[in-house]
């Protein structure tokens, strides 16, 4: 993993390796880049808790109606409704315990002090109160405790699992002065030195180190609402204004029934908690919580919600090469001298027109694999490469007064410059296309012995000197991970400035361009408004294209109903970024200004990360359909009994420690019986129907299959009724029936069997047993067993119409992956 050092920060860098900070500047870096707090506790998570919980409506509804148990002397109910509370409570306060045991698991692999030279003399301080700057000594098996670069020390070797998730070591080095900061020279904060001694100085403190950002991000969750969560919200909103209705009409017909007031309030109140969809948006969040978290797994950081949702619906993937599909580490691979030019003089004259300091990785390939400038040599001017000019001309001076200016640049544009035939430039233009087709980056060179103005190059008769290939290898993986996109429907786009031939090879290695069309971002704009939408999907390789022309092609692809992800790295790739339906920065080599407009960050910039957060987006979306599938499912029966019994006039049904029975059933089956993590790609087919969340015919198969739950469960109520039996065995028959349709519906509806969802339904049939057969336990909840038979007659009443669901399951998954996964 590699880190940019950014502008304000390379002083520090660059300050001497003995050299510490002066007690009076700490104060004001740790106000200007903050503390080193980088698993701190979320704000308000208790008052969040407490908050959290008094929102449930059902704990206000055990209370209330314990309290009017209570006036009326019925104190066992009572006491049976309070103590009903503990497990609901309960399961709020694991949930939060889990979340702190998360915290420190996460503390326990950071360091809790740090060695810092400060005013001259070592001392052991909190590593908290580390800033930006400090100069930390880590020997070996100590953590480091943030974000910098290693100064000084020797056989350094580390280990970086917790961010990397490889286990081997990985060697270190210290940065010499003036050179780039590589990955070796870099010590990450929740990593561990395994040999030597490293002084290192701090560049990232707390959320700006690598494992902060990791942690904030997963333990925050994803900030803002979603539009999914706005349109939960929505219909809650309407559903809870339709409940206040539907409970106050029932509660006066049950009076003018003449049932009494008791009776009214308990109707209205059993219904109201039934059909309240307190559920939805808290599965909701939480699946969406455990999306950032799973993304996060998969080195994948989410910035902004709406990227949770989309990812999983992506259908084209905007790539960049260096770096996502390539390794971004260019290296020499060929040079080819002009007739009159040695291999040497090419190179001399390719390293005097790159620069050390420029940081690129072609400047650096070159001058790795060139001679030394020779001494005297002073640059008096420079004219930079630039999107429209295509090329870099630097202007030197010798010791002795001789003026040379060198290029090097786009071939094509370099040899306009030369003065050369037309036949000789076509020669050389063929040259480029045999070394492209290669996948080599091919750069032309030229010079010119002249004075150099100021403030003008030298745009014609210049001497060409030769071409330079250099190679960028494919990552390993990638060409793996590509073929999981086209199986999976997804096209891939690779968006390079590079020469055509040299993006359409390594689109080849990477197998993007196999039967694909390449055009050129030149003419971009008139040839995305002349490609049909079919032409349009062919598309897989744009060449000579600026990132600004990414916007274009993006939009190309929206306007045709296309779900776009952009990768990009730079403060110019930010209009796509922030256009596409998920923009994601590049982690490691992404600017600042790219991360702040991306709605997720690539942690190792690796194209094969990308369709790993696919496969994880599109798996997760199918098991939030199936949660909520599941909640429609069991709802529509709870409720239409709730209010219809009664209206019918009826005793009845659901007493409240029914309904606290079936919600501690219900509200684990939706959250935890519904996770499970990704397989590859093309097991998760994409299932989008448009935006819709449901199908109509999905839709369909979900009502029907509750009104089928709730004709049987009505049938057995009052079948059990008119056959003479009591109202406490009418209930149970009744219970027992919507009890096993709940795990029946579990059993078919989860993607996976999981231990969470075999305990669900585990649950489920226990509780039909025991809280019905068992006599003590019945009683308390007035309920009395019945006989077998009848036991089993009304599970089968509950369990035959929930194997409907089934349907669902099949429109949802693919038959094949059906056969593995049904239990």
């Avoid at 909103?237 to 206040?244: E, N, P, Q, S």
């Avoid at 490691?588 to 194209?607: I, K, Y």
Wanted: proline share 5%; net charge negative.
């Amino acid at each position: 993993m590699k880190r940019a050092i950014p502008p304000d920060r390379q002083r520090f860098a660059a300050m001497d390796a003995s050299c510490g900070l002066d007690d009076t500047e700490i104060e004001a870096l740790r106000q200007q880049f903050g503390a080193n707090l980088i698993a701190e506790d979320p704000p308000g998570n208790f008052a969040g808790l407490a908050r959290d919980t008094a929102g449930d409506p059902m704990i206000w509804f055990l209370l209330v109606t314990s309290a009017l148990f209570g006036a009326l002397g019925q104190y066992t109910d009572m006491a049976v409704l309070l103590l009903a509370i503990a497990p609901l409570v309960g399961m709020d306060f694991y949930l939060h315990h889990r979340t702190q045991a998360s915290i420190e698991g996460l503390r326990s692999v950071l360091a809790a002090t740090a060695t810092t030279l400060r005013g001259g003399v070592w001392a052991q301080l909190p590593a908290e109160r580390l800033v930006v700057g400090d100069l930390v000594q880590v020997t070996a098996g100590q953590n480091i405790p943030a974000d910098g670069v290693i100064v000084a020390g020797a056989d350094l070797q580390a280990e970086e699992s917790s961010l990397t998730g490889e286990a081997y070591p990985v060697s270190k080095a210290a940065l010499g002065t003036g050179a780039l900061a590589q990955d070796s020279n870099w010590g990450f904060a929740g990593t561990r030195l395994l040999t030597g001694d490293a002084a290192i100085r701090v560049i990232f403190t707390g959320p700006d180190t690598i494992f902060g950002e990791i942690v904030h991000s997963a333990i925050g969750g994803p900030p803002g609402r979603t539009p999914l969560q706005n349109a939960v919200a929505r219909l809650v909103k309407w559903l809870l204004l339709a409940a206040l209705v539907l409970c106050l009409l029932l509660a006066a017909v049950r009076l003018w029934q003449g049932f009494g007031a008791v009776d009214a309030f308990l109707s209205a109140a059993a219904l109201a908690v039934a059909a309240i969809p307190e559920e939805f948006p808290v599965v909701l969040t939480f699946f969406l919580g455990v999306g950032v978290y799973r993304l996060a797994r998969v080195k994948v950081l989410v910035r902004r919600g709406v990227a949770v949702e989309n990812i999983g619906r992506v259908s084209v993937i905007c790539s960049d090469k260096t770096g996502t599909i390539t390794e971004g580490r260019l290296t020499f691979a060929e040079a080819l001298p002009a007739q009159d030019m040695s291999i040497q003089e090419l190179m001399e004259t390719a390293a005097m027109a790159s620069r050390a300091q420029s940081g690129d990785p072609l400047d650096l390939a070159i001058l790795e694999n060139s001679p030394a400038i020779q001494d005297g040599w002073t640059r008096t001017a420079l004219f930079p490469f630039t999107e429209g000019r295509r090329r870099e001309t630097a202007c030197w001076q010798s010791a002795g007064g001789a003026q040379r200016c060198v290029t090097k640049g786009a071939p094509e544009t370099v040899l306009a410059l030369c003065d050369m035939t037309d036949a000789a430039r076509t020669q050389w233009l063929d040259a480029t296309s045999v070394l492209s087709a290669k996948g080599q980056k091919i750069i032309a060179c030229a010079m010119q012995d002249t004075v150099c103005a100021q403030s003008a190059e030298p745009t014609a008769a210049l001497r060409f000197a030769g071409l330079v290939a250099i190679i960028d290898p494919v990552r390993r993986g990638v060409s793996q991970a590509v073929a999981e996109a086209r199986l999976a429907g997804i096209q891939v786009v690779m968006v390079t400035g590079d020469h055509p031939q040299t993006a359409r090879a390594i689109a080849a290695q990477a197998g993007i361009a196999e039967d694909g069309l390449t055009i050129l971002g030149d003419d971009l704009e008139q040839t995305l408004a002349r490609l049909t939408p079919d032409e349009l999907a062919q598309v897989s390789v744009v060449a000579r294209a600026s990132p600004a022309q990414k916007v274009l092609l993006v939009q190309a692809f929206q306007s045709i109903g296309k779900i776009v992800a952009v990768t990009g790295d730079g403060v110019n790739d930010a209009p796509a970024l922030r256009t596409a339906d998920v923009g994601i920065a590049m982690g490691q080599r992404g600017t600042r200004s790219a991360r702040e407009v991306s709605a997720m960050v690539l942690m190792d910039d690796n194209f094969a990360t990308i369709i790993a957060a696919i496969s994880e987006g599109r798996q997760l979306f199918r098991n939030l359909r199936m949660s909520f599938a599941f909640l429609l499912m069991i709802h529509l029966p709870l409720v239409a009994s709730a209010a219809l019994i009664p209206f019918l006039g009826f005793p009845i049904l659901y007493l409240p420690a029914h309904i606290v029975w079936l919600e501690l059933l219900i509200h684990p089956a939706a959250i935890l019986a519904f996770q499970t993590g990704a397989g590859s790609l093309s097991e998760n087919h994409a299932d989008d129907h448009g935006g819709a969340f449901f199908t109509p015919w999905q839709w369909a198969v979900i009502i029907g299959t509750g009104i089928l739950v709730g004709a049987g469960l009505l049938a057995v109520f009052i079948m059990a009724l008119s056959g003479g039996h009591s109202i406490e065995q009418a209930r149970s028959m009744a219970l027992v029936c919507l009890v096993m349709a709940l795990a029946t519906l579990v059993t078919i509806l989860a993607p996976r069997r999981t231990t969470a969802r075999n305990a669900v339904v585990a649950a489920g049939f226990a509780s039909a047993l025991l809280l019905v057969q068992y006599g003590p336990l019945a009683a308390l909840i007035h309920l009395q067993p019945v006989a077998w038979p009848n036991w089993l007659a009304a599970a089968a009443a509950g369990t035959l119409p929930a194997l409907a669901s089934i349907l669902l399951k099949t429109g949802i998954i693919s038959p094949s992956r059906l056969s593995r996964t049904r239990p």
